[in-house]
Structure formats: C-alpha cells, structure tokens
C-alpha cells in the first residue's frame, strides 16, 4: 500500500498501533469484518477519524463492505514494520531490562530479541530468557554482525549519551530509551523516549479531574 502525497501527521502514526492491537483482538475473537462506524465504538475514535486516519495510507475498506480484519492487521503492520522481523537488544541487565526482556509481547508483534548487554561482570555470563548477558564491550561487533535494528536502553543517565553514540556510530537504526535523559543524536536515528514518571503525572491529573 503506496502513502498519498501528504505527510503523515505524527498523531496519526501514533494510533496506528491502537488500531493493530484492536484488530488483533477483534481477529481473536474470530470477527473478520468490521465497519469504521463499528471499529470506532470499540476505540472511541470517530469513524471519520478512521477512515480519514487510513486514507494517508490509500484507504483499505470498501464501501458496503467495511474492512477486512485479517487483511488490515496485515496492512498496518506493514506500515509499522513489524512484519520486517526488527532485530533489537537490551542494553541493561538491571530489573527493567530483565523485565523488558521477559515481556513476551514483543515477539507477538513481531520483533526479535537477540542480544542483551551489561557492564557488570556478576550479571554477563547469565541468562535471560534464555538469552546470554554479554559484555558491553561487545556491542559494535555484535550489531555489525547481526543488522541488529533497534536498541533498548535501560541505563543510567550518566551513561546514555556516549552508549547513544557508540550505537550510532556502529550503524543502530532506532533507539528506545528510558533513561530519563534527552538523546542528541542524528535525524536519521529516531528516538523514542519513555518517561514513566510522565504518564504517572498524567494519570494523576486525569484521576484529579475526574474528582472535582
């Protein structure tokens, strides 16, 4: 599916993952067709916002019909990546990397865990989901080696900036970072940063709102 000519709005592209995890859904439930108007029910998105949201793409309904489920999923997750099989790693052995690296759901949208790094030699030589810890020192070679796409990390503030240098440097294509620490890094790199205290702010206030 070819985008029109239009750039996509980032806030379209951050409800493209909405729109996959409902489908999936829907396609668990063994429901194979839904209309914008019925899709927007269950997301509480209006069906305009649909079918507006999914015109930058070239639009996948037919009129009378609504949208094959399956044939959707599989549209968006092209969109996404995510039938590219993104090879990523953990840079952090600490409990969130471990928790992040135990978290299934990756491998259910379709990336690939296949390296996690530490620089604590009581942590490398261990296993993580049955993956091995291996040294930081061995990052450059193992992402050249690998086509390694997407890098997790996981570490502290004082370290992320030079480990975000080597991986740009070494050729990583995106980074996610929790940190809680603003990367400068090239353009070409997209970062996604992830700050929990963030989101507990909002819900805070969304939860104080609906109090007074």
């Not at 409990?95 to 259910?108: D, E, P, Q, V, W």
Request: aromatic letters at 8%.
């Amino acid at each position: 599916m070819e985008l029109n000519d239009k750039k996509v709005p980032e806030v379209v592209i951050k409800r493209l993952p909405r729109y996959y995890r409902y489908l999936r859904e829907l396609l668990n439930q063994d429901i194979r067709r839904i209309s914008s108007n019925a899709l927007s029910k269950k997301m509480n998105v209006t069906a305009s916002q649909i079918r507006q949201d999914f015109n930058y793409f070239g639009g996948f309904g037919q009129q009378g019909y609504g949208y094959n489920v399956e044939h959707l999923i599989t549209e968006i997750g092209n969109i996404l990546g995510l039938n590219d099989g993104e090879k990523m790693i953990i840079i952090g052995a600490g409990n969130l990397g471990r928790a992040l690296a135990n978290h299934n759901s990756f491998i259910k949208r379709g990336f690939k865990l296949i390296g996690i790094f530490d620089n604590d030699n009581r942590i490398v030589g261990s296993s993580i989901n049955g993956i091995r810890v291996m040294s930081d020192s061995e990052i450059e070679s193992f992402v050249q080696a690998n086509n390694v796409d997407i890098a997790i990390l996981t570490l502290p503030r004082s370290a992320v900036h030079d480990m975000a240098n080597r991986l740009v440097k070494c050729g990583i294509r995106g980074i996610l970072n929790f940190s809680y620490s603003e990367l400068d890094v090239p353009e070409s790199v997209p970062v996604e940063n992830v700050h929990l205290s963030d989101m507990l702010m909002t819900l805070s206030y969304r939860i104080k709102n609906q109090k007074d």
